[in-house]
C-alpha cells in the first residue's frame, strides 16, 4: 500500500473489479469530462488479465473508505496516469494528494524520465491538482476520443523527472506493503 497524509493507494485485485464495474457504469462517477462506455464485469475481468505493465489502485481515506480510483499504464513509451472520485470526494484535496503519491512512487520505483495525463481541456478541478502537482500543460489534442455523440478534445499534460526532483509524499526508502 502507497501511504499519504489523507489518502492511501491500495493496488486493485480482481476481486475488487465488481466495485470498478459498478463506477465505470454510474455516469454520476464518471462526470461530464469522460466517456461513458457500459462495461461487463467479463469485460473488466478481461482488461484486468491482459493489462501488460497497468496497475490500478484504490484511493482510500484513512478510515479505509474508498473514494475513487487512479492508474498508470504505458503510453507512447512513457508512462500515463488517469484517476476519478466519487462526488463526494471531489474538491477536497483527495486527488492532489493521490496523484503526488502515485508521481512519487513511479519516479522512485519505475524507470521513467516522463509521466503525462491527458484530460478535458474545460475540467477545471483536474487542471489545478496537476498543476499543484507539477505537471505542465503541453497542448491540446483535437478531437482525440468520441463520447456522449461528439468528438472531444483532450488536453495533455506532463512532468518529468528533473522537474519533479524529489517525492513530496513517499519516503525515499518507501516501499510498498
Known sequence: MLKGHKVDL????????ATLKE????????GDFESFDQSSLGDMEKQYEQKG?????FVQKKD????GY??????KGCIAIGYLFVKDARGKGYGTEAVQVMVDYLFL????????AEIHPDNV????????VGFQFEGRIRKSFFSRGVYRDTALYSILREEWKAPKVLPLGHVGS
Open 64 to 67: 479505509g473508505t474508498r473514494i
Open 125 to 132: 478541478a483536474s487542471r489545478r491538482v496537476l498543476e499543484k
Open 53 to 57: 505493465d497497468a496497475q490500478w489502485f
Open 70 to 75: 487512479i492508474a498508470h499504464f504505458k503510453s
Open 109 to 116: 520505483h519505475k524507470d521513467t524520465v516522463r509521466i503525462q
Open 23 to 30: 463506477w465505470m457504469n454510474d455516469v454520476e462517477f464518471m
Open 10 to 17: 491500495e493496488i486493485a485485485e480482481k476481486g475488487d473489479l
